[in-house]
């Protein structure tokens, strides 16, 4: 599902590869890499070591670790270096919770996560820059500051977001062990059977169109993906569903739902734009169009995400209700149904 989804499952790029020459004397790591880079203080190297995003030979060290000849070392963190310079801009943040080292929001639809091509303004990490332009993880240059995960332009919903470096390099890491609880709500095409069920396989680029995204159901390409799903509602020709992300790989959801022949009420990507169910009466194909207005976007929403506080380590829950083009459709739908049934 995404971001939507998703986002995906925390992925972790590489910032710095450092090798130790062949002299080199034995040496405590944060002190190394502080002699190494630029404007790194051993407190930052040691809050990104002790969350697991310095590796040596492939493996998560710890700050203490010594140094030897011909070591390996990487710095990997959740975003992708550099790539475009943040604009901060004065935009309304629906803030859901708030406090010295995290925030949560709930993210409209419509509204791009983290600056890209064809989309270098008006995002949400354009709108962080501007409230919190007096925290330093925000005046870093970083291209995604504080992002341990992100959803699809078009779908709506709740979103952590990281307030300093500590906190990034925490939440990241429960995102990478899966630690996380994310539960969307979808309209989907059909009813699935069974109506609680998982969906498996590996999602990767498509090969025809790398702007979306595919299921190989052989499994030698992309990578694995896990959603767990059951019905909530059944409106005979659609259906509301929760889904449940083990993994969070791009668009998910959204794949994942396409392939096994349920795609997202209105997914223009994956084939849900089109009427898939129901008859071919001019009423109800009217009746359609018009939940399409309502809803002019794919049917998902970003429900609920629960995870440790970074600091504290208290469990946090965080839920949203539902925006207000995917309840219209869901009233739409009950009363279609109701009268159906009443005509019956």
């Not at 203490?64 to 943040?86: C, F, M, S, W």
């Not at 925490?170 to 989907?188: E, G, N, P, V």
């Amino acid at each position: 599902m995404a971001e939507e989804e998703v986002v995906e499952q925390q992925e972790l790029y590489e910032h710095y590869r450092i090798q130790a020459d062949p002299g080199q004397t034995i040496l405590r790591i944060d002190k190394f890499l502080a002699d190494r880079i630029m404007n790194a203080s051993r407190t930052r190297i040691q809050n990104a070591a002790n969350a697991g995003n310095i590796l040596v030979n492939d493996n998560p060290v710890k700050p203490n670790y010594k140094i030897k000849p011909g070591d390996v070392v990487q710095i990997v963190l959740p975003t992708p270096p550099r790539e475009v310079d943040l604009i901060p801009e004065n935009i309304p943040l629906n803030i859901v919770y708030e406090d010295d080292d995290v925030l949560v929001v709930n993210k409209p639809a419509g509204m791009v996560v983290h600056p890209a091509y064809g989309n270098y303004t008006g995002t949400l990490v354009n709108a962080l820059m501007w409230h919190f332009r007096d925290l330093p993880l925000f005046s870093s240059g970083e291209t995604r500051p504080g992002l341990v995960h992100r959803i699809d332009k078009n779908t709506s919903g709740i979103l952590v977001i990281a307030k300093n470096e500590f906190a990034l390099n925490r939440l990241s890491k429960q995102f990478f062990d899966r630690t996380t609880d994310r539960r969307y709500q979808a309209l989907i095409w059909g009813v699935p059977d069974p109506r609680e069920g998982t969906i498996t396989g590996n999602v990767g680029r498509s090969i025809r169109d790398r702007k979306v995204m595919q299921v190989f159901s052989d499994g030698n390409e992309g990578k694995p993906a896990v959603t767990h799903y059951k019905v909530l509602e059944d409106f005979g020709y659609i259906s509301l569903v929760e889904c449940k992300l083990e993994t969070g790989r791009t668009h998910q959801i959204r794949v994942h739902f396409s392939y096994i022949r349920h795609p997202l009420f209105n997914d223009e990507e994956y084939g849900g734009s089109q009427i898939l169910k129901g008859t071919t009466f001019a009423k109800y194909q009217q009746f359609i169009k018009n939940c399409f207005k309502t809803l002019p976007r794919q049917a998902l929403h970003a429900k609920s995400l629960a995870f440790d506080h970074p600091v504290t380590g208290k469990r946090l829950f965080f839920d949203s209700d539902l925006p207000d083009d995917m309840v219209q459709v869901i009233e739409k739908w009950r009363v279609y149904i109701s009268g159906r049934d009443t005509e019956m």
